[in-house]
């Protein structure tokens, strides 16, 4: 056996001439992947770069990677659970990445230099920055800015990101248990037993949620299902069906209005976009059957049984909407909001640039009152705007909203390119509508400043952003 030349040894050739054949590729033995092989530049993230990472770290890890996976769907089925839960579920998931962060390390830079959370880091450091010139006290800005903790949860479910099946389903698992607690309290009602129930007002079934959060929750968990009952196959359309009625039938009960109009809004989307990728055309008729028994059984099932209530909340809020008009009347809960929607513009419009800081909103708008000599025993205040953009605008001013519109528009953007390992036939396409239901629903409450809703973003962040990982295969 000849030794190879010193310069073909340099330029990297084999250190004998009569190696041994290499094997042809097969699943025990698969081709090594050329190291820089549809990489280029260090900043770039492509596809190539993060399947490696992640065939590495399961390479490495395959039982740490398991467990750490499982752990992540114990997070994401906590995120329709009360904020202790919440914060509970994410535990688990945050140590395993820590602890596991030699194993996975260089996946962490695929995920934070991908567009969308660069335009998140960036709303960070701008939020954070805000607290130089807040009008509110710091306890106001700590609130508002503590939201952002959740981000720690997209980053621990990052190196299982190749498990999203799992963790969509545990997604879908836990909004179910939530809607259980309605039922549960339903019971409760019926039954006279105070130790089934939670304390809510008349008429607002929103189990262990708050009626408000949890209107705009399973706003999002309607657009999980909605898909796949209109083009998905087989046993996963069955679901999507029921679970889109049934959380139909959730969205109602709770009595919170804007979720209302955001779910008629995200089923008028869903047939859209229906009627638009459906084909044959033989199969569209099935799927607008099928949307309309969705729409027919969650309402009539809702009616049957919250129906007084359902009546009292639409002719409560008509009248709020015309007293708020017609008559300057803006102690109601509606003509509060409509308020609060325009003082925002009004701390847009003085505070262009900077805005009333992160937690300055309420400071703010009890100040503008005062400014025009009115007393505010007449108003009521908030500490946000009930709407995200506008809120986003009055917080950080025009760069706030400009980031706000970037994040929006590449989560949903990404969130509807397929790609392998997003899950079953049309659940896969449910991050995507989630989200889309969580943009509809944000013009009526400020969903990034909202723990729960913040946290169900972080864990959406996972399915939208746009180089994600394919599904491992056995």
Known sequence: MLPVPLHRRLAGAPDRTDHAPVPAPS??????????AGQGPWWRVTGERVNAAFAQQRRIDPFGHT????????????????????EFGAIGVVAAMLIRIHRHWRTLPLLFLQPLMLVLLAWTLLALASR??????????VDEFGVLRFGIVAAALWPVADRRALLLGALVFGFAVAQLSQVVHALGLALEIDAMTWNRLPGRNSGWLDPVVGGSLLTAA?????????????????LGALGSAATLLGILATGTRGAWLAAAGLVGIACVVAIARIKPRA???????????????????AWLTVGDQLRARFDAGRAEITGAIEHKEFQTDTGARLL???????????????????????AWTRAHVESQEIDPATRRFHAHAHNALLHAAAALGVPGLGLAIAFVALAIIGSARRQSGD????????????????????????????????????????????????????
Request: with cysteine; charged share 10%; hydrophobic share 50%.
């Open 423 to 474: 899950g079953p036939p049309g659940y896969a396409d449910g991050p995507c509508f989630a989200l889309v239901g969580l943009l509809l629903v944000s013009a009526f409450d400020s969903v990034h400043v909202n723990s729960q809703t913040g946290a169900l973003l972080a864990v959406l962040l996972i399915f939208a952003v746009r180089s994600r990982p394919s599904e491992p295969r056995a």
């Open 27 to 36: 699943p025990e033995h698969p081709a090594p992947t050329p190291p820089h």
């Open 222 to 238: 309607l657009g999980l299902h909605l898909p796949a009952a209109l083009w998905g196959r087989g046993r996963w359309r069955v």
């Open 132 to 141: 130089l010139w807040t009008l509110g006290p710091h306890d106001a800005w």
């Open 283 to 301: 199969r569209l008729g099935r799927a607008v059957l099928i949307l309309l028994g969705v729409v027919a059984v969650g309402s009539a099932a």
């Open 340 to 362: 609060m929607g325009w003082w925002a513009l009004e701390a847009l419009k003085e505070r262009p640039l900077g805005g009333t800081g992160v937690g300055g909103y309420e």
């Open 67 to 86: 467990v750490h996976a499982w752990l992540g769907a114990l997070a994401c089925a906590s995120v329709a659970a009360p904020t202790s839960a919440v």
